[in-house]
């Protein structure tokens, strides 16, 4: 015991979404304003649908906080959906199920299908109202309290889009540094390091949309000013890379993760492959490259911890394009086109990405550090920084 861990709940379309954090030290500041910003991140991104133009997530703190600081006690989170208004009757919190208004034609892509045989739901609302990507803003609040706690030890995290559908930047951004290519992506609509080719993203997005279409895309997640220790060799779920890849994998349609160089270190020689270990001074140990992405056997390194996703293309289908799928009661085929959905979500995913992040290191900082006063656990932290340096 004593590890952060946290429980969130709600419905896409019900009154609200919560989260409860157990195990975050005392004396940590937390900053609403600070989760708001990230929320409201969360929400941007050239691409999205209709439901984003009716949200505007603002979280209450209803537990754990007193004028501005943790008291060791649970952290409740809450974020009230706007769209719960119009949709007081389909949801029926206490009402009587009505026949019509149930969902029986299954998505292709979507938890619909396998979600209502496994729960045995002949309404498919009642899968796909957890199922939804509604569920991350509650992560990203989770997240945006653990990165005040990585911040004021010197951990920043960071995100930027790489590529989304046919367009990929990953060539044109690998002079720039991480740091700068996530403040470039800050001012650019679709989240890249190059916002000068907004224009061009969008135009994509315009065309999917015009089309009926939807786009995936691989966004990159990195941290800088991680202390080396973090994670652990001696047992498989104790070590870093596999807590991220599985933090990373359970966002809604991701479809595959990379450390570092990834799935190319898979073509170079060891030669080409292995960070060599160079030393001096003033820094101790570092590396002069980061293939590995600042993981050596499920423990950081000290260099910047850099994580890779793909985004599989959004489910739902607009109008004019669509899947084929078969009627759950009839058993008749029809065209699974619906009337409102993203056509991308990648820029809005990657802010999901850095939350998870933020999450899985809060906890192995907490791991190592111990869990109960935050001032003497960052006392420890600032030793051990010292102590690193000249090991
Ligand atoms: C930020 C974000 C927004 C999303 N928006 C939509 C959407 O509008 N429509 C949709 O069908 N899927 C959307 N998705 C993807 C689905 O939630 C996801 O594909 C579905 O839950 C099935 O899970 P799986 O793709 O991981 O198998 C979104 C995902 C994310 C991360
Ligand atoms: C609401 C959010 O994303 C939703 C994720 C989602 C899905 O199926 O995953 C479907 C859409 O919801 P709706 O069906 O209400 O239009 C998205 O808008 C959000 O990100 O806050």
Known sequence: MGTLRFLNAGESHGPALTAIIEGLPSNLRISSE???RELSRRQSGYGRGGRMKIEKDRVEILSGVRFGYTLGSPVTLMVRNKDWENWTDIMAVEGQPTEKKEITNPRPGHADLPGGIKYGFHDLRN????ASARETTTRVAVGAVCKQLLEDIGIRIGSYVVSIGEISLRDRIKDIPLE???EKAESSEVRTPLPELDQEFKELIDRAREEGESLGGVFEVFAVGVPVGLGSHVHWDRRLDGRIAQAMMSIQAMKGVE????????????????DE??????RGFYHRTNRAGGIEGGI????????????KPIPTLMRRKSLRSVNIKTKQPFDAAK???DVTAVPAAAVVGEAMLAIVLAQA??????NDNWIDIKRRIEEYRAYTREF
């Open 34 to 36: 600070f989760i708001n």
């Open 127 to 130: 899968v796909l109202e957890r």
């Open 180 to 182: 700068e290519r996530f």
């Open 259 to 274: 450390i570092g160089e990834g799935f190319s270190l898979a073509e170079m020689y060891g030669s080409q492959a292995h």
């Open 277 to 282: 270990i160079f030393w001096d001074k003033e």
């Open 300 to 311: 950081t390194n000290g260099e910047p911890i850099l994580v890779r996703v793909g985004m």
């Open 339 to 341: 009337e409102r959905s």
């Open 365 to 370: 900082v907490l791991e190592k550090f111990g």
